[in-house]
């Protein structure tokens, strides 16, 4: 399949590369605990406009909470958050806005069960942000054809494939028009044969520009979309580099050891 062809180069390499702005999502010095466990610490990490940033690690290093702490669905400890040189606001209306901002796609596809596949993609456009049914359907239906699920519109999402589910998660997060969007291992509760579908839409996101941070172990993915890789384990940053340099060269133990599990 094309994930399995040598990298190529892509759009979003040379347009990061040419990003001199401030960064999009900054985190300096955060940290995290839960009771006693300090599940993150002194995390600072910075992405720039445009780019896709992958995220890799043991289970239990922090990574799902690291995303989390984005779009704020967890709170933090220390430190600070700045999406688009903006504090994260805590609570009320700016909080919600800052959700639309920062799209998440979860390992579940979080699908609403008794909702059509278009009304799915088109009620936080048409509730958040007040977008009038026939246009927020007629943008429902231009994102599903992006994904390739227009066919299913009418349908309920247990008719439809977990790849399929997946695919219209993307498109319902991308019909708020988010600035970034986070993917939470967003294959991994996928059967094999549906892992290609959901990473080429993710491949194709990365090409037009979307700035992206990926929790996956999928390497094929890393190395044909991503800029940099960063790889976590017990809740802090170990290394950080390109895909060529992480995964030919790494330079931790921990990380050498990981890899030899998974590659
Ligand atoms: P990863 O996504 O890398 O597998 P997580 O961010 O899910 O890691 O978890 C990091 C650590 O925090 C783990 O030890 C996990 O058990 C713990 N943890 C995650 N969520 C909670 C929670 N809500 N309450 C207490 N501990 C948690
Ligand atoms: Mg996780």
Known sequence: T??????VENLTKSAAGQETGSPL?????VDKYFGDLHVLKD??????????LVIIGPSGSGKSTLCRTINRLE?????????DGQPLPQ????????RAEVGMVFQSFNLFSHKTILDNVTLAPRKVRGTFKADAEKEGLELLSRVGVDTQASKLPVQ??????????IARSLAMHPKVMLFDEPTSALDPEMINE??????NLAKEGMTMIVVTHEMGFARQAANRVVFMADGEILEE???????EHPTSERARDFLGKIL
């Open 160 to 169: 439809l494939s977990g790849g399929q589910q997946q695919r219209v998660a």
């Open 75 to 83: 709170s933090i400890d220390s430190g600070e958050i700045l999406i």
């Open 2 to 7: 094309s994930l399995d062809s040598t990298p």
């Open 25 to 29: 999502v900054e985190l300096r010095h």
């Open 43 to 52: 995390i600072n990490l910075s992405v720039a406009k445009g780019e896709v």
């Open 91 to 98: 609570e009320g209306k700016k909080l919600t806005k800052l």
């Open 241 to 247: 580099g390109t895909p060529e340099e992480f995964f």
């Open 198 to 203: 959901v990473l080429d839409v993710m491949v």
